[in-house]
């Protein structure tokens, strides 16, 4: 499934991170290929409500929790910068699917990072 959003697809997943040379683009690569795994789910499932969205956004929470052993192969790790980059483009999303009342925590309620 290709993401239909325009302004999905028009968004520079994961900026920061990619812009920080801490941070190793293939794994970030990663990273932005499970934001996109969301938006298509999104716009598969099409979440009526918050906690139907939430469930979506806590599996996509849970992938870069496992991401975390790709970054510490990378001598990298999933730390300040990196958090927030990420919690801010869970929100970028929401927002994007009609959800801009969302929860900042709640959308990466499930992290370990």
């Not at 598969?44 to 806590?58: F, S």
Request: overall charge negative; proline content about 4%; aromatic content about 10%.
């Amino acid at each position: 499934m290709t993401v239909t959003n325009q302004q999905v697809v028009d968004h520079v997943f994961l900026e920061g991170m990619y812009q920080d040379g801490y941070f190793p683009d293939r794994v970030v690569d990663k990273g932005k290929a499970i934001l996109l795994r969301l938006c298509e789910r999104i716009e598969a499932e099409r979440p009526g409500d918050l906690p139907a969205l939430y469930a979506l956004t806590e599996a996509a929470t849970e992938e870069f929790n496992a991401l975390q052993a790709d970054f510490e192969e990378a001598d990298s790790e999933i730390e300040t910068v990196a958090r927030e980059v990420i919690a801010e483009d869970f929100s970028f999303v929401a927002s994007a699917y009609g959800f801009p009342e969302a929860d900042h925590e709640d959308l990466v309620g499930t992290r370990d990072w």
